[in-house]
């Protein structure tokens, strides 16, 4: 069986791995400690050239203190969350249902159809650039938090379908068949068999489409510009100045921006973990 379980790999395979682990660990944390260590640094140390080193002096909350009171750091979080919560929402709720039918209903497109929607999450994001902003210019949505989430419900859809396309699919076709000879319709059926039983799978998907809008900054600059609808991803590095780089207010804001998708990821760790191994056995 392959890959070998690590407790039945040789001695020397064992000891390398409890420590090699640990090692990667350090190393992939090695830049999120940096950044949280120089929101607490003072701007006499940064000025100093102390970017590594330990503190000469400690901040405290100063820094994120002052960054919600001088800086519009709020006004971006707010606007994160008016553009990702109803993005995820619309995103899902219009992947469900073209999941249900390309899933459950046999017609001569369907895999056209389906291959329409994998093919689109291989278009670079760059080449729609131009597209997407004189679309948005016509439509009188650039710049604006409205805009901006349509365009993300839009893309992120194709993703969504394709991912709850192949759970419906899998589904046992006796229980749909079963409730259309008891004479349910076809939208008793979606919402009242199909939705609970793609329940773990949908709360999966919330969590990697929060996490994908929330940190998009290619898009939240493309499309907006100004505080009124600058998402946080574009709106921290507003935090310096012309002439004076604050990068310990950009490194506090930074923290403060990565903590929604973090407190989501844990408060649905347990659907998103049943989500993603759903229908890995059979039997």
Not at 11 to 35: D, E, K, M, S
């Amino acid at each position: 069986m392959f890959p070998t379980p690590i407790e039945q790999t040789r001695p020397l395979t064992r000891t390398a791995y409890r420590v090699g682990i640990p090692l990667l660990l350090l190393v992939w944390l090695l830049p999120i400690l940096a950044v949280a260590m120089m929101s607490v640094r003072t701007p006499a140390d940064m000025n100093s050239g102390n970017y590594w080193g330990l503190p000469s002096s400690w901040a405290g909350v100063s820094n994120y203190v002052q960054v919600f009171r001088n800086t519009p750091l709020l006004r971006y979080i707010l606007n994160s969350f008016e553009v990702t919560v109803p993005a995820v929402a619309g995103s899902i709720a219009l992947a469900s249902l073209a999941g249900y039918a390309l899933g459950v209903y046999r017609f001569r497109a369907n895999l056209a159809v389906f291959f329409l929607f994998v093919g689109g999450n291989f278009v670079p994001a760059q080449i729609l650039m131009v597209p997407v902003r004189q679309l948005s210019l016509h439509l009188g949505l650039y710049n604006s938090t409205l805009g901006l989430t349509l365009f993300h419900t839009a893309f992120q859809s194709g993703f969504c379908t394709f991912f709850l396309r192949n759970f419906i699919r899998d589904l046992p076709r006796e229980l749909i068949e079963a409730a259309r000879i008891e004479g349910a319709g076809e939208l008793r059926i979606f919402l009242r068999i199909v939705l609970p039983l793609i329940r773990p799978a949908m709360a999966a998907l919330a969590v990697l489409i929060f996490t994908f809008v929330w940190n998009d900054y290619f898009w939240a600059t493309v499309l907006t510009q100004g505080s009124h609808a600058m998402p946080v991803t574009g709106g921290l590095m507003s935090l310096n100045g012309q002439w004076i780089s604050q990068w310990q207010l950009v490194a506090a804001g930074s923290i403060l921006a990565a903590l929604p998708p973090v407190v989501m990821f844990f408060a649905m760790q347990r659907h998103f973990i049943a989500g993603l191994t759903l229908g890995a056995t059979k039997g």
